[in-house]
């Protein structure tokens, strides 16, 4: 099959389509024909060196997302069978034609979804409901503040709080600000002009947002911690702005509100197969209600990986990035 | 009544007994003859202007728990009468002859325990439980590193981690590592010998702890960090060593942990009473079948709560001091 495989790492020049061989299927594995992969961060993290896909599979191919058709089930698959619409996310492997996925990871394309927009959901829809809704706790009435609003998990995280009678505030740059808007969010704040402790306080009536999630780290985690309500919870996801930070613990204490730090990538099997199944329940029929939906900024033939890469790092997509495979 | 008032904030010396209006009976709440006050850290703090009562009651009469026998009983209360024996933690009031209580807040005395020696439960013996069991998620089999071990709350914490199965490693001064040791701790690091962080990697198999108590702060947050297991709780009850630092969130991130703050004496009423009425079912059996009892460091009478306080400030003890009021 054709692949994109990393055999240097130094970024986007790294992505090369190379044949491999087919993935061997092990027997509760599902052999999927993938339509479409979409792009992630850590893919770009990933063509650097950094972050790799824990399992070490040689050779390396990136890609943790994507969407297809099922080709064939190993002998113990009993919940799929050939033609099946799926999509998933894994540790890595996506960027390729084929890929050999445990079965109990799949989910089915919602109905309303087409195969190609699908690879579009997973990463981001699993990642803000979980920070959001199982870790956070954001239930109807309550605020959630997202930062990055316009970006993939951004911007499913304000399409999940309204569909669950959440209201929720974004940070974005400027340009981002109308797109925001236009998808739902309660409050829009341009971090290159507003203060967003001021703001959010501002619009939660000085009591602080009930949940955040945060994928900037570095300086916002003590202004986080400015912007939390009592007992609520800052999910942080990501850590673009830096890892190391002065925090004002004794605020945390004061408010009886936490951090808690959550990767999807780094758990063990069982966990995200439980994850998957309860967002296929909880979730999945959100889309055929027309409350959810794929949100795509735009798409490249697999060919053009390396260009789809250098798009992501300009930061200017609303919603995710993804790449055709046929 | 008698009572201890702060007519100043000065420490121990603004401590002084005046006789006071009884307290006023409202219809849901309890009237208790003081037996025995215990004394806590916050009203260290209270004495020198520092963490006030919430209530802002005048005149302002320390002390956050007690036990006595109920003298009288506001006229919507059914679940207690004239006589029995009863403790409680509250906001404030309780180095007095009497206080006047929610009546979900007051809990029976043990049939094991005397009434004297109950004031040393509460506030212990709640904090370890919500720390260590309801926010840590602390079940038999996990690992707790519990900070202080010596202190009142550290002593409740190894009691009760042995009490349901659990396994307990607790940092202290080599003066107090004999008496942890007695009381069960499976490890006691002795801090000013030992790198804690090291210590409870090896005992754990360098799995890390899955819930750390934390009273100190400071530089402790980071060591906690690196301390603490996969998806591990720290729960930061105190801040001895100050409130602001230096903390890897890119750790927490990667070992999918959390920082919860906490406090007792914030929370409304009704959360205090939740709390109390599930550590009533829950943990007040565990003193009648002998897993766990009052750890009494000393008593003095309320005559010289400003020598007491006096010696609570030099930290020599292990478990709780009381005064008695009667």
Known sequence: MRAVVLRTHTGPDSLVIEDVPDPIVGPDEVLVDIRAAALNRADMMQTMGLYPDPRGTTPEIPGMEFSGHVASVGSRVRGWKAGDAVMAIDAGGAYAERIAVHERQLMSVPASVDVGDAAAIP???????????????????????????????????????????????????????????????????????????????????GA??????????????????????????IIQVGLM???????????LLGKRAGIIGTTLRGR???????????????????????????????????????????????????????????
Chains 1, 2 share one sequence.
């Open 268 to 326: 063990p099997l069982e966990q995200k197969a439980a994850l998957t199944q309860r967002f296929v329940r909880e979730v999945l029929p959100l889309f055929d209600t027309g409350a959810l939906r794929p949100i795509i900024d735009s798409r490249f033939p697999l060919e053009r990986i390396a260009d789809a890469h250098r798009y992501m790092a300009t930061n200017a997509n609303t919603g995710k990035i993804l790449v055709d495979v046929v």
């Open 241 to 251: 702005g830096g890892g190391a930070t002065e925090v004002n613990v004794g605020m």
């Open 123 to 205: 990463e981001v829809y699993l990642t803000a409901w979980d920070a959001l809704v199982v870790q956070g706790g954001l239930t109807s009435g309550r605020w959630a503040l997202v930062h990055a609003g316009g970006s993939g998990v951004g911007t499913a995280g304000i399409l999940i709080a309204k569909a669950i009678g959440a209201r929720i505030a974004v940070t974005c740059s400027a340009g981002k600000v109308a797109a925001c808007r236009e998808l739902g969010a309660d409050a829009v704040i341009d971090y290159g002009a507003q203060d967003f402790v001021a703001e959010t306080m501002a619009v939660t009536n």
């Open 208 to 233: 602080g947002a009930d949940v955040i999630l945060d994928v900037i780290g570095g300086d916002y985690v003590d202004r986080n911690i400015r912007s939390i309500a009592t007992q609520g919870r």
